[in-house]
Protein backbone atom coordinates (compact mmCIF):
# COMPACT_ATOMS: atom_id res chain seq x y z
CA UNK A 1 0.00 0.00 0.00
CA UNK A 2 2.79 2.33 0.62
CA UNK A 3 4.43 1.16 -2.81
CA UNK A 4 1.17 2.01 -3.96
CA UNK A 5 0.84 5.60 -2.61
CA UNK A 6 4.09 6.65 -3.63
CA UNK A 7 3.75 5.47 -7.32
CA UNK A 8 0.30 7.62 -7.26
CA UNK A 9 2.02 10.94 -5.93
CA UNK A 10 4.81 10.32 -8.18
CA UNK A 11 2.60 10.05 -11.29
CA UNK A 12 -0.03 13.02 -10.38
CA UNK A 13 2.77 15.50 -9.80
CA UNK A 14 4.14 13.82 -13.33
CA UNK A 15 0.87 14.74 -15.02
CA UNK A 16 0.06 17.64 -13.25
CA UNK A 17 2.87 19.02 -14.73
CA UNK A 18 2.54 17.44 -18.20
CA UNK A 19 -1.56 18.56 -17.96
CA UNK A 20 -0.35 22.21 -17.10
CA UNK A 21 2.06 22.28 -20.08
CA UNK A 22 -0.40 20.21 -22.45
CA UNK A 23 -2.95 23.00 -21.75
CA UNK A 24 -0.56 26.25 -22.65
CA UNK A 25 0.18 24.67 -25.69
CA UNK A 26 -3.23 23.80 -26.73
CA UNK A 27 -4.05 27.10 -25.78
CA UNK A 28 -0.76 28.63 -27.72
CA UNK A 29 -2.05 26.23 -30.53
CA UNK A 30 -5.80 28.19 -30.72
CA UNK A 31 -4.11 32.00 -30.37
CA UNK A 32 -1.86 30.81 -33.15
CA UNK A 33 -4.86 30.39 -35.32
CA UNK A 34 -6.96 33.55 -34.23
CA UNK A 35 -3.53 34.96 -34.92
CA UNK A 36 -3.30 33.57 -38.88
CA UNK A 37 -7.15 34.52 -38.98
CA UNK A 38 -7.06 38.31 -38.09
CA UNK A 39 -3.92 38.60 -40.36
CA UNK A 40 -5.71 37.15 -43.49
CA UNK A 41 -8.30 39.81 -43.06
CA UNK A 42 -5.53 42.80 -43.05
CA UNK A 43 -3.12 44.20 -45.49
CA UNK A 44 -0.90 47.48 -44.60
CA UNK A 45 -3.70 49.92 -45.64
CA UNK A 46 -6.78 48.23 -43.92
CA UNK A 47 -4.61 47.72 -40.91
CA UNK A 48 -3.85 51.55 -40.44
CA UNK A 49 -7.37 52.72 -41.84
CA UNK A 50 -9.20 50.46 -39.09
CA UNK A 51 -6.70 50.17 -36.61
CA UNK A 52 -9.05 51.11 -33.51
CA UNK A 53 -11.30 47.86 -34.28
CA UNK A 54 -9.76 45.46 -36.96
CA UNK A 55 -13.19 44.69 -37.52
CA UNK A 56 -15.66 42.35 -35.99
CA UNK A 57 -12.91 39.49 -36.11
CA UNK A 58 -11.13 41.68 -33.31
CA UNK A 59 -14.40 42.02 -31.17
CA UNK A 60 -14.76 38.48 -31.04
CA UNK A 61 -11.18 37.86 -29.87
CA UNK A 62 -11.56 40.83 -27.06
CA UNK A 63 -14.68 38.85 -25.89
CA UNK A 64 -12.34 35.51 -25.49
CA UNK A 65 -10.42 37.71 -22.75
CA UNK A 66 -7.62 38.31 -24.91
CA UNK A 67 -6.08 41.71 -25.46
CA UNK A 68 -4.95 42.80 -29.10
CA UNK A 69 -2.18 45.43 -29.57
CA UNK A 70 -1.59 47.12 -32.06
CA UNK A 71 1.77 49.20 -34.03
CA UNK A 72 1.24 51.49 -36.29
CA UNK A 73 3.15 53.32 -38.78
CA UNK A 74 4.63 56.95 -37.41
CA UNK A 75 2.02 56.54 -34.12
CA UNK A 76 3.87 53.21 -32.89
CA UNK A 77 2.34 50.70 -30.08
CA UNK A 78 -1.21 52.21 -29.26
CA UNK A 79 -2.34 52.11 -25.49
CA UNK A 80 -4.00 49.50 -24.60
CA UNK A 81 -3.78 46.89 -20.94
CA UNK A 82 -0.24 48.28 -19.69
CA UNK A 83 0.67 44.12 -19.09
CA UNK A 84 -0.12 43.53 -22.49
CA UNK A 85 2.03 45.99 -23.85
CA UNK A 86 4.73 45.12 -21.88
CA UNK A 87 4.31 41.57 -22.81
CA UNK A 88 4.24 42.19 -26.72
CA UNK A 89 7.14 44.62 -26.47
CA UNK A 90 9.09 41.97 -25.01
CA UNK A 91 8.50 39.37 -27.43
CA UNK A 92 9.75 41.64 -30.37
CA UNK A 93 6.22 43.43 -31.53
CA UNK A 94 8.19 46.66 -32.28
CA UNK A 95 11.06 44.96 -34.79
CA UNK A 96 8.49 42.61 -36.07
CA UNK A 97 8.06 42.72 -39.98
CA UNK A 98 5.68 42.32 -42.48
CA UNK A 99 4.87 38.71 -43.04
CA UNK A 100 6.53 37.74 -39.27
CA UNK A 101 5.28 35.68 -37.11
CA UNK A 102 6.04 35.29 -33.32
CA UNK A 103 5.08 32.78 -31.13
CA UNK A 104 6.03 32.71 -27.65
CA UNK A 105 5.43 33.32 -23.64
CA UNK A 106 6.93 35.88 -21.78
CA UNK A 107 6.75 36.82 -17.98
CA UNK A 108 5.94 40.27 -16.79
CA UNK A 109 6.05 41.35 -13.07
CA UNK A 110 5.78 37.33 -12.22
CA UNK A 111 2.76 37.03 -14.45
CA UNK A 112 3.05 34.76 -18.03
CA UNK A 113 1.75 35.62 -21.08
CA UNK A 114 0.93 34.04 -24.25
CA UNK A 115 1.72 35.91 -27.28
CA UNK A 116 1.18 35.77 -31.23
CA UNK A 117 2.43 38.72 -32.78
CA UNK A 118 2.14 39.12 -36.76
CA UNK A 119 3.52 41.54 -39.24
CA UNK A 120 1.58 42.99 -41.81
CA UNK A 121 2.95 46.05 -43.17
CA UNK A 122 6.65 47.79 -42.88
CA UNK A 123 7.04 48.86 -38.99
CA UNK A 124 2.64 47.82 -38.34
CA UNK A 125 1.81 44.51 -36.74
CA UNK A 126 -0.78 43.32 -34.21
CA UNK A 127 -0.44 40.81 -31.48
CA UNK A 128 -2.79 38.48 -30.00
CA UNK A 129 -2.49 38.66 -25.81
CA UNK A 130 -3.61 36.23 -23.36
CA UNK A 131 -2.76 36.05 -19.59
CA UNK A 132 -2.06 32.16 -18.44
CA UNK A 133 -4.32 32.55 -15.63
CA UNK A 134 -6.94 33.07 -17.58
CA UNK A 135 -6.40 29.38 -18.08
CA UNK A 136 -6.04 28.57 -14.38
CA UNK A 137 -9.58 27.65 -14.39
CA UNK A 138 -9.62 25.02 -17.05
CA UNK A 139 -6.30 23.92 -15.36
CA UNK A 140 -7.80 23.08 -12.36
CA UNK A 141 -10.48 21.09 -14.01
CA UNK A 142 -8.13 19.13 -15.13
CA UNK A 143 -5.70 18.54 -12.23
CA UNK A 144 -8.75 17.65 -10.58
CA UNK A 145 -10.09 15.24 -12.74
CA UNK A 146 -6.52 13.60 -12.83
CA UNK A 147 -6.26 13.55 -8.93
CA UNK A 148 -9.88 12.15 -8.71
CA UNK A 149 -8.46 9.17 -11.02
CA UNK A 150 -5.17 9.01 -9.22
CA UNK A 151 -7.43 8.26 -5.90
CA UNK A 152 -9.52 6.06 -7.39
CA UNK A 153 -6.66 3.43 -8.65
CA UNK A 154 -4.87 4.11 -5.08
CA UNK A 155 -8.02 2.81 -3.46
CA UNK A 156 -8.54 -0.04 -5.70
CA UNK A 157 -4.62 -0.68 -5.07
CA UNK A 158 -5.05 -0.18 -1.71
CA UNK A 159 -8.12 -3.08 -1.44
CA UNK A 160 -6.03 -5.24 -3.59
CA UNK A 161 -3.26 -5.14 -1.67
CA UNK A 162 -4.41 -5.41 1.60
CA UNK A 163 -6.36 -8.50 0.20
CA UNK A 164 -3.53 -10.16 -1.04
CA UNK A 165 -1.13 -9.41 2.21
CA UNK A 166 -3.78 -11.49 4.10
CA UNK A 167 -3.86 -14.31 1.15
CA UNK A 168 -0.23 -13.64 1.69
CA UNK A 169 0.59 -14.07 5.35
CA UNK A 170 -1.76 -16.72 6.01
CA UNK A 171 0.58 -19.14 4.85
CA UNK A 172 3.48 -17.23 5.77
CA UNK A 173 1.96 -17.40 9.33
CA UNK A 174 1.36 -20.70 9.33
CA UNK A 175 5.01 -21.86 8.45
CA UNK A 176 6.38 -19.36 11.09
CA UNK A 177 4.37 -20.96 13.72
CA UNK A 178 5.95 -24.64 12.57
CA UNK A 179 9.11 -23.07 12.75
CA UNK A 180 8.17 -21.79 16.56
CA UNK A 181 6.94 -25.26 17.39
CA UNK A 182 10.36 -26.61 15.75
CA UNK A 183 12.67 -24.47 17.87
CA UNK A 184 11.23 -25.81 21.12
CA UNK A 185 11.53 -29.35 19.64
CA UNK A 186 9.00 -30.26 17.75
CA UNK A 187 9.74 -32.87 14.75
CA UNK A 188 6.68 -34.54 13.62
CA UNK A 189 4.73 -31.40 12.44
CA UNK A 190 4.32 -30.15 8.17
CA UNK A 191 3.56 -27.04 6.33
CA UNK A 192 1.02 -27.17 3.78
CA UNK A 193 2.51 -26.67 0.65
CA UNK A 194 -0.05 -23.81 -0.63
CA UNK A 195 0.35 -20.24 -2.04
CA UNK A 196 2.14 -18.26 -4.49
CA UNK A 197 5.39 -19.83 -5.85
CA UNK A 198 7.82 -18.57 -3.59
CA UNK A 199 5.68 -19.19 -0.75
CA UNK A 200 5.58 -22.67 -1.55
CA UNK A 201 9.12 -23.09 -2.04
CA UNK A 202 9.76 -21.76 2.07
CA UNK A 203 6.68 -24.10 3.13
CA UNK A 204 8.89 -27.46 1.10
CA UNK A 205 12.18 -25.59 2.73
CA UNK A 206 10.61 -26.05 6.32
CA UNK A 207 9.40 -29.31 5.89
CA UNK A 208 13.10 -30.65 4.42
CA UNK A 209 14.35 -28.77 7.24
CA UNK A 210 12.03 -30.64 9.66
CA UNK A 211 12.98 -33.59 7.88
CA UNK A 212 17.00 -33.37 8.11
CA UNK A 213 16.53 -32.62 12.08
CA UNK A 214 14.68 -35.63 12.83
CA UNK A 215 17.56 -37.44 10.75
CA UNK A 216 20.39 -35.73 12.42
CA UNK A 217 18.77 -36.31 16.01
CA UNK A 218 18.39 -40.14 15.27
CA UNK A 219 21.80 -40.28 14.42
CA UNK A 220 23.18 -38.33 17.21
CA UNK A 221 21.34 -40.60 19.18
CA UNK A 222 22.50 -43.56 17.80
CA UNK A 223 26.20 -42.41 17.97
CA UNK A 224 25.75 -41.75 21.67
CA UNK A 225 24.29 -45.23 21.67
CA UNK A 226 27.29 -46.26 20.32
CA UNK A 227 29.89 -45.03 22.03
CA UNK A 228 28.69 -45.30 25.72
CA UNK A 229 28.61 -49.28 24.75
CA UNK A 230 32.29 -48.53 23.78
CA UNK A 231 33.00 -46.85 26.77
CA UNK A 232 31.53 -49.33 29.23
CA UNK A 233 33.03 -51.99 27.72
CA UNK A 234 36.54 -50.83 28.69
CA UNK A 235 34.90 -49.11 32.23
CA UNK A 236 33.87 -52.57 33.24
CA UNK A 237 36.82 -54.47 32.92
CA UNK A 238 38.79 -51.19 34.66
CA UNK A 239 36.19 -51.65 37.84
CA UNK A 240 35.89 -55.06 37.92
CA UNK A 241 39.63 -55.96 38.01
CA UNK A 242 40.10 -52.62 40.25
CA UNK A 243 37.63 -53.82 42.35
CA UNK A 244 39.48 -57.25 42.69
CA UNK A 245 42.87 -55.79 43.51
CA UNK A 246 40.90 -53.54 46.03
CA UNK A 247 39.51 -56.19 47.95
CA UNK A 248 42.32 -58.69 48.10
CA UNK A 249 40.85 -60.82 45.73
CA UNK A 250 43.32 -61.01 43.12
CA UNK A 251 47.02 -61.62 44.37
CA UNK A 252 50.39 -62.62 43.24
CA UNK A 253 50.53 -63.36 39.50
CA UNK A 254 46.90 -62.62 38.60
CA UNK A 255 47.76 -59.08 40.46
CA UNK A 256 50.17 -58.52 37.58
CA UNK A 257 47.67 -59.88 35.01
CA UNK A 258 45.02 -57.31 36.14
CA UNK A 259 47.10 -54.64 36.00
CA UNK A 260 48.18 -55.68 32.34
CA UNK A 261 44.78 -55.49 31.74
CA UNK A 262 43.42 -52.05 33.71
CA UNK A 263 46.45 -51.04 31.55
CA UNK A 264 45.39 -51.54 27.92
CA UNK A 265 41.48 -51.33 29.20
CA UNK A 266 42.76 -47.64 29.68
CA UNK A 267 44.95 -47.00 27.10
CA UNK A 268 41.89 -48.35 24.88
CA UNK A 269 39.14 -45.46 26.50
CA UNK A 270 42.38 -42.97 25.93
CA UNK A 271 42.35 -43.82 22.51
CA UNK A 272 38.34 -43.83 22.20
CA UNK A 273 38.36 -40.12 24.07
CA UNK A 274 40.82 -39.06 21.44
CA UNK A 275 39.32 -39.92 19.01
CA UNK A 276 36.30 -37.73 20.38
CA UNK A 277 38.52 -34.96 21.00
CA UNK A 278 40.17 -34.70 17.43
CA UNK A 279 36.89 -35.00 16.04
CA UNK A 280 35.59 -32.22 18.04
CA UNK A 281 38.33 -29.73 17.32
CA UNK A 282 38.41 -30.83 13.11
CA UNK A 283 34.29 -29.94 13.67
CA UNK A 284 34.83 -26.43 15.39
CA UNK A 285 38.05 -25.78 13.26
CA UNK A 286 40.83 -26.12 16.39
CA UNK A 287 42.88 -28.57 14.94
CA UNK A 288 46.21 -27.96 14.69
CA UNK A 289 49.16 -29.59 11.84
CA UNK A 290 52.34 -29.47 11.83
CA UNK A 291 53.20 -29.52 8.13
CA UNK A 292 56.67 -30.84 6.91
CA UNK A 293 58.08 -32.70 4.08
CA UNK A 294 57.38 -36.65 4.43
CA UNK A 295 58.31 -39.52 2.15
CA UNK A 296 55.44 -41.69 2.30
CA UNK A 297 56.74 -44.67 1.51
CA UNK A 298 58.49 -44.49 4.58
CA UNK A 299 55.50 -43.75 6.30
CA UNK A 300 53.55 -46.40 4.86
CA UNK A 301 56.74 -49.37 5.72
CA UNK A 302 56.82 -48.00 9.06
CA UNK A 303 53.33 -48.43 9.05
CA UNK A 304 53.41 -52.15 7.71
CA UNK A 305 56.21 -53.17 10.36
CA UNK A 306 53.97 -52.34 13.52
CA UNK A 307 51.08 -54.20 11.42
CA UNK A 308 52.76 -57.32 10.56
CA UNK A 309 52.94 -58.15 13.98
CA UNK A 310 49.40 -58.14 14.74
CA UNK A 311 48.41 -59.58 11.93
CA UNK A 312 50.43 -62.52 12.25
CA UNK A 313 48.89 -62.89 15.87
CA UNK A 314 45.45 -63.26 13.87
CA UNK A 315 46.35 -65.46 10.82
CA UNK A 316 46.49 -62.65 8.18
CA UNK A 317 48.86 -62.31 5.34
CA UNK A 318 50.14 -58.71 4.95
CA UNK A 319 50.99 -57.57 1.64
CA UNK A 320 53.10 -54.32 1.20
CA UNK A 321 53.32 -52.41 -1.98
CA UNK A 322 55.96 -49.59 -2.50
CA UNK A 323 56.60 -47.82 -5.96
CA UNK A 324 60.13 -47.47 -6.66
CA UNK A 325 60.66 -43.67 -6.48
CA UNK A 326 59.68 -41.90 -3.06
CA UNK A 327 56.45 -39.72 -3.17
CA UNK A 328 57.16 -36.47 -1.45
CA UNK A 329 54.04 -34.69 0.44
CA UNK A 330 53.89 -32.00 2.57
CA UNK A 331 51.74 -33.24 5.35
CA UNK A 332 51.57 -34.18 9.10
CA UNK A 333 53.10 -37.45 9.29
CA UNK A 334 51.64 -38.07 13.15
CA UNK A 335 48.07 -37.15 11.41
CA UNK A 336 48.74 -39.50 8.25
CA UNK A 337 49.76 -42.45 10.75
CA UNK A 338 46.92 -41.88 12.62
CA UNK A 339 44.60 -42.35 9.51
CA UNK A 340 46.37 -45.40 8.49
CA UNK A 341 46.17 -47.06 11.60
CA UNK A 342 42.44 -46.10 11.76
CA UNK A 343 41.79 -47.45 8.57
CA UNK A 344 44.02 -50.88 9.41
CA UNK A 345 42.45 -51.48 12.62
CA UNK A 346 38.72 -51.54 11.03
CA UNK A 347 40.22 -53.67 8.17
CA UNK A 348 42.34 -56.17 10.09
CA UNK A 349 38.97 -56.70 12.70
CA UNK A 350 36.83 -57.86 9.76
CA UNK A 351 39.43 -59.55 8.02
CA UNK A 352 39.35 -63.60 8.82
CA UNK A 353 42.15 -65.51 9.18
CA UNK A 354 43.79 -66.97 6.15
CA UNK A 355 42.75 -63.64 4.09
CA UNK A 356 45.20 -60.73 3.36
CA UNK A 357 45.17 -57.20 4.16
CA UNK A 358 47.24 -54.98 1.76
CA UNK A 359 48.67 -51.54 2.48
CA UNK A 360 49.63 -50.19 -0.97
CA UNK A 361 51.06 -46.68 -2.29
CA UNK A 362 50.70 -45.66 -5.71
CA UNK A 363 51.02 -42.88 -8.47
CA UNK A 364 47.62 -41.50 -8.96
CA UNK A 365 48.36 -38.93 -10.91
CA UNK A 366 52.04 -36.29 -11.93
CA UNK A 367 51.80 -34.62 -8.29
CA UNK A 368 48.84 -37.35 -6.55
CA UNK A 369 49.70 -39.98 -4.54
CA UNK A 370 47.34 -42.31 -3.48
CA UNK A 371 47.53 -44.63 -0.49
CA UNK A 372 45.43 -47.71 0.04
CA UNK A 373 44.14 -50.18 2.94
CA UNK A 374 42.53 -52.79 1.48
CA UNK A 375 41.18 -56.08 3.26
CA UNK A 376 39.86 -59.55 2.57
CA UNK A 377 36.60 -59.26 4.67
CA UNK A 378 33.23 -59.52 3.66
CA UNK A 379 33.33 -55.84 2.65
CA UNK A 380 29.99 -53.37 2.57
CA UNK A 381 26.94 -53.75 0.67
CA UNK A 382 27.13 -51.37 -2.71
CA UNK A 383 25.35 -48.67 -1.57
CA UNK A 384 27.48 -48.40 1.77
CA UNK A 385 30.32 -46.94 0.29
CA UNK A 386 28.78 -43.81 -0.41
CA UNK A 387 27.91 -43.24 3.18
CA UNK A 388 30.72 -44.73 5.04
CA UNK A 389 32.37 -42.02 6.26
CA UNK A 390 28.70 -40.54 8.07
CA UNK A 391 29.68 -40.96 11.74
CA UNK A 392 27.85 -44.04 13.12
CA UNK A 393 26.64 -44.93 10.17
CA UNK A 394 28.11 -48.44 9.83
CA UNK A 395 28.21 -49.14 13.17
CA UNK A 396 24.80 -48.94 13.69
CA UNK A 397 24.27 -51.07 10.42
CA UNK A 398 26.16 -53.77 10.92
CA UNK A 399 26.72 -54.13 14.81
CA UNK A 400 25.67 -57.73 15.26
CA UNK A 401 26.67 -59.33 12.37
CA UNK A 402 30.24 -58.39 12.16
CA UNK A 403 32.66 -57.17 14.62
CA UNK A 404 32.44 -53.18 14.24
CA UNK A 405 34.72 -50.38 16.07
CA UNK A 406 32.93 -47.75 18.29
CA UNK A 407 31.57 -45.90 15.01
CA UNK A 408 33.87 -42.79 14.53
CA UNK A 409 37.25 -44.01 13.28
CA UNK A 410 36.18 -43.72 9.45
CA UNK A 411 34.46 -39.90 10.48
CA UNK A 412 37.66 -39.13 12.04
CA UNK A 413 39.99 -40.47 9.31
CA UNK A 414 37.86 -38.35 6.52
CA UNK A 415 38.23 -35.12 8.87
CA UNK A 416 42.03 -35.35 9.20
CA UNK A 417 42.20 -36.27 5.24
CA UNK A 418 39.99 -33.51 4.35
CA UNK A 419 41.92 -31.29 6.64
CA UNK A 420 45.59 -32.21 5.14
CA UNK A 421 44.23 -31.37 2.02
CA UNK A 422 43.60 -34.95 0.45
CA UNK A 423 40.47 -36.68 -0.21
CA UNK A 424 39.55 -40.12 0.98
CA UNK A 425 37.16 -43.04 -0.72
CA UNK A 426 35.70 -46.31 -0.10
CA UNK A 427 35.23 -49.03 -2.50
CA UNK A 428 35.44 -52.84 -3.19
CA UNK A 429 39.01 -54.46 -3.57
CA UNK A 430 40.41 -56.84 -4.88
CA UNK A 431 40.96 -58.81 -2.19
CA UNK A 432 37.15 -59.29 -1.87
CA UNK A 433 36.35 -56.90 0.86
CA UNK A 434 36.47 -52.96 0.94
CA UNK A 435 39.39 -50.62 -0.27
CA UNK A 436 39.73 -47.42 1.66
CA UNK A 437 41.79 -44.78 -0.62
CA UNK A 438 43.80 -41.61 0.78
CA UNK A 439 44.72 -38.91 -2.08
CA UNK A 440 47.27 -36.64 -1.15
CA UNK A 441 49.25 -33.48 -3.01
CA UNK A 442 52.88 -35.52 -3.61
CA UNK A 443 55.88 -34.75 -5.83
CA UNK A 444 57.18 -37.64 -7.44
CA UNK A 445 61.13 -37.73 -7.14
Known amino acids: MAVAGIAVLVAGLVMAGLARRSAQGVLQDSLSA ?10 ERGLGSRAAGLGRTAEVVRGQGIVVVILLPRRGIQPTDQGSVEAATTAGLTQIS ?13 K ?38 LGAGLL ?54 SVALRHSEERQREFLLSVSHELRTPLTAVHGFAESLADGVVTGP ?10 QESQRLERLVSDLLDLARIGADQFRLDLTAVDLRETLSACAEVWRVR ?11 LPPDPAIATTDPRRIRQVLDGLAENALRVTP ?26 GLDPEDYAIAFERGVLHEKYRGRRPVGSGIG ?36
Open 34 to 43: QADVLASQLD
Open 98 to 110: SGQSISTTVAVDG
Open 112 to 149: DYLVEARGVGPKSGFALVEPVRMVAGTQRILIRNILFA
Open 156 to 209: VAALAGGLLGRLLARPLRRTADVAAAMRHGRRDLSVPVEGPAEVAEVAEAVNEL
Open 254 to 263: EAQRAGQVIQ
Open 311 to 321: CERRSVQLRLE
Open 353 to 378: AGSQLTLSLGQAGPQTAALQVRDGGP
Open 410 to 445: LALAYGLVSRLGGTITAGPAPEGGAAFTVMLPATWR
